[in-house]
């Protein structure tokens, strides 16, 4: 009877190793991260010629930051205006987007600590020599792109006659066309532009409204001071710096 008490046990003992005795479950896999973008943002965030991938600074930063989170990265074009919305209602984790951190944002969800320094210029067609700085704007037709901080400042500068339009093709599509007189748009997207597919267009004057770039998250959300970590990690481990590098080139990082 002993005997067969002990074989019992054993055997159990042996189950229990074997099953993981129903305690701790399997490691599951990594989770995903539904991060929001908008693809007419080079080289933040564009689809090269041909390809299906969406890539950019931003892209390489926020897989660099699924990485550390141990999360897969999923991520969706949408319209720029329909990012925020997103967030709130909890069809996307995140927004890495080129978005400036703004006050009135920062009411609606949680941006990230600043990963990116940037700043508007103003775009016209490089014949125009009557525009030259944010103030000739007055009354003067402006294309800029929906949502955006660009569109916030065209409107305080130009009045009623601003025309918003969902992608900065299109922005630039007017300026050619001559639909408009002028672009307000942040400035390394704009030179990006320029210097790849509008060389009748140029840059007038310095960058004004300096600004910064955040990604942003679920008000009060679980997930805003895990990205600020991983963020600070990868400028601290010179990632940040890499990846500044391939896109920017030597200049000094815009952290
Ligand atoms: N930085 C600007 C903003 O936040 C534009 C961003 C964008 O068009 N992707 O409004």
Redesign the pocket.
């Known amino acids: 009877m002993k005997k067969y008490v002990l074989f019992l046990f054993s055997l159990l003992t042996l189950l229990c190793i074997v099953t993981g005795c129903g305690g701790e479950k399997k490691a599951e896999g990594p989770k995903v991260l539904k991060v929001g973008t ?1 693809v007419t ?1 080079p080289p ?1 965030e564009f689809r090269e010629k041909g390809s299906k991938e969406i890539s950019g600074f931003d892209m390489d930063l926020i897989r660099a930051v699924g990485k550390k989170l141990d999360m897969q990265v999923e991520i969706l074009d949408m319209d ?1 205006e329909a990012l925020i919305p997103a967030v709130k209602r909890g069809n996307l984790n995140l927004v890495i ?4 951190i ?1 006050p009135d944002r920062q009411k609606i969800v949680d941006m990230s600590e600043p990963y990116y320094e ?1 700043g508007l210029s103003l775009v016209v067609r490089k014949e125009n020599t009557s525009l030259q700085k944010p103030e000739d704007l007055k009354g003067r037709a402006v294309a800029v ?1 929906l ?5 916030e400042k065209a409107k305080q500068l130009a009045g009623d006659k601003v025309r918003s339009f969902k992608t ?1 093709e299109e922005v630039f599509q007017a300026l050619k066309e001559k639909a408009v007189d002028a672009i307000i748009l ?1 400035k390394p ?1 704009a030179q990006y532009y320029i210097n790849k597919h509008h060389p009748d267009a140029v840059i007038v004057g310095d960058t004004f409204a300096k ?1 910064s ?1 955040g990604i942003v998250t679920r008000r009060h959300g679980e997930l805003t001071p895990k990205i600020n970590k991983a963020l600070a990690e990868l400028k601290q481990s010179g990632e940040y710096d890499k990846i500044y590098e391939k896109w920017f080139g030597k200049e000094p990082a815009k952290k």
Do not use: K, L, P
Request: proline share 0%.
């Open positions: 908008e943002f933040f720029f987007a080129g978005m400036t703004t940037s792109q949502g955006t901080t660009g569109e900065n942040d997207v600004e770039y």
